[in-house]
């Protein structure tokens, strides 16, 4: 029997007009990227705060629209870095249906590892398996070349899943160099990664491990954490936490290998899982 982690309560007032609003912002993003006056981590924010808000009111991503803001989301998060590691002047990126001709831009502030590992979640959501490999061949120095402080952590986690899916030496050891620093002695904000952090790292343990059990034993703690993270009075109406992008992205991986996953929660999208969207458009 699966269990259920509901969501946190959410104002869904006014949900529509929201997203309407969203939707308009993103398109007026997207459209700019070709002249030069959007930036790619700006239209990443935004894309994904769009995709995310579609799963206030559909929170299995059953119908079309959502699964439309998830891929726009995921080209635009590859879009980040094949513009960032571009040899010509300019790269030909497919986003929102369109092929776009985009400025090679190199390092900029937005091309660091948050923004990375966010791009490789929803390649793996939307099951972009040569979008994957492109991100998995981003050099990591690139990344350490961003003014922006990052923890070491962050890097050891990309290293960790690029190493995974380039099927490269020493996973393990990567793997156990992003858990120790995720110390709560020795990070900055504790809770944060405590909550949000570390938890995808133990479920990614437990997939590579074939740990079926084990693998729901922390999806479930994974989400409990999100939860109670994203329930606080000042985060609660916060779009980020609609979704837990993080272990939506473990599960999608488990899932494909076969593992059962016997957990449901609104957090998850169903549908997304279960990749019935895919191969609905050329991407």
């Known amino acids: 029997m699966a269990s259920i982690i509901p969501r946190h309560p959410f104002p869904t007032e006014n949900a529509e007009e929201g997203l309407a609003v969203l939707q308009q912002n993103a398109q007026e993003m997207i459209d700019g990227l070709e002249a030069g006056s959007t930036s790619l981590g700006d239209a990443l924010g935004t ?9 206030l009111m559909d929170p299995r991503a059953a119908i079309f629209p959502t699964w439309d803001a998830w891929v726009t ?7 980040v870095f094949a ?12 986003i929102a249906h369109k092929d776009r001709t985009l400025q090679a831009t190199g390092q900029e502030w937005y ?4 923004a990375w590992i ?4 929803l390649a793996v959501v939307c099951r972009e398996k040569d979008r994957i490999t492109a991100l998995s061949r981003v050099p990591v120095s690139l990344l350490r070349e961003n003014g922006s402080r990052f923890e070491e952590y962050d890097y050891a986690w990309m290293e960790t899943l690029q190493t995974y899916w380039l099927g490269g030496q020493d996973l393990v050891p990567k793997l156990v160099s992003a858990v120790d620093g995720t110390d709560p002695e020795s990070v900055a904000d504790p809770e944060t990664v405590g ?14 491990r074939k740990d079926h059990e084990g693998f729901n034993r922390a999806l479930i703690r994974a989400l409990e954490l999100h939860k109670q993270y994203w329930s606080e009075e000042e985060r609660a109406v ?6 837990a992008l993080a272990p939506l992205a473990m599960t999608c991986l488990a899932h494909d ?14 549908v997304l899982i279960s990749r019935n969207w895919c191969g609905e458009f050329p991407t």
């Open 195 to 208: 909550k949000l952090v570390y938890p995808p790292m133990e479920m990614f343990h437990r997939f590579i």
């Open 83 to 94: 513009a960032a590691t571009a040899t010509e002047e300019h790269v030909l990126c497919r």
């Open 73 to 79: 989301a995921m080209q635009v998060g590859s879009a």
């Open 257 to 270: 290998a076969g593992i059962p996953i016997e957990v449901e929660s609104e957090y998850l999208p169903a």
């Open 238 to 243: 916060n779009i980020s936490g609609l979704v």
């Open 118 to 121: 966010t791009a490789f979640y």
């Open 47 to 55: 894309t994904l705060t769009l995709a995310e808000a579609h799963c």
């Open 111 to 114: 091309v660091h590892p948050g």
